[in-house]
């Protein structure tokens, strides 16, 4: 069974920094892109950042590149967001989700809050 | 950035009855491979979103059959043939053809 846990959300000043984890399992982590989707407070979902199987691609969304750094490291099986320079724009319930060739996002993970807030 | 548009934005309907949810994009979504990054994700209430429908009309692992979509360029439908309870939330499009990846807004599903 495919699971995605993430964790390290907690509330944070504006001009913070937050690193964010994803901890998967019940698949080969290894072979597969993963990204970052989050969810504003009543908001939709908008696309973060992705992560090639080997980390040697990653890309973001304009809102977030030059102050999120997406990382993965293979042998713990995690992913991690680096978030600095935290806005309140930023607060959002932020998901981990597996990427898939044939099926977009295919698993999800429940989410982990961040709130940015004075 | 292709823009993804959904309507309606909102729909209650009676179990038993059939759904429609149209979703718009900016651009066309089919690749040069054959491919058309077209994905449908429902979020019930209190969950995270999950994936109903990839590549326009392709049911993901366990969906039921009364989903189904279509479409093709920039036009999509998601149809449900007979609405049920459990399906209320809200259910989004997704496309991947283009980096940033987009969303609609969302439909909330209702149960009258």
């Known amino acids: 069974e495919v699971q995605l846990v993430e964790s390290g959300g907690v509330v944070v000043q504006p001009g913070g920094s937050l690193r964010l984890s994803c901890a998967a399992s019940g698949f080969s982590f290894d072979d597969y892109t993963m990204h970052w989707v989050r969810q504003g407070p009543g908001k939709g979902l908008e696309w973060v950042s992705l992560i090639t199987w080997d980390g040697l691609r990653t890309d973001y969304a304009g809102s977030v590149k030059g102050r999120f750094t997406i990382s993965r490291d293979n042998g713990k099986n995690s992913l991690y967001l680096q978030m600095n320079s935290l806005r309140t724009e930023d607060t959002a319930l932020y998901y981990c989700?597996?990427?898939?060739?044939?099926?977009?996002?295919?698993?999800w993970g429940q989410g982990t809050l961040v709130a940015v807030s004075s | 950035d292709i823009v993804m548009t959904q309507t309606p934005l909102s729909l209650s309907v009676t179990p038993g009855q059939p759904a429609s949810i149209s979703c718009k994009s900016s651009h066309s979504l089919l690749h040069s491979d054959g491919k058309t990054y077209l994905y449908w994700y429902l979020q019930k209430p209190g969950q995270s979103p999950h994936l109903l429908i990839y590549e326009v009309s392709n049911r993901f692992s366990g969906v039921p059959d009364r989903f189904s979509g279509s479409g093709s360029a920039t036009d999509f439908t998601l149809k449900i043939s007979r609405v049920e309870a459990e399906d209320v939330g809200l259910y989004y499009c997704?496309?991947?053809?283009?980096?940033?990846?987009?969303f609609g807004l969302g439909t909330k599903l209702e149960i009258k």
């Open positions: 989700t597996k990427g898939d060739d044939n099926y977009g996002f295919d698993y």
């Open positions: 997704m496309q991947s053809l283009h980096l940033p990846y987009t």
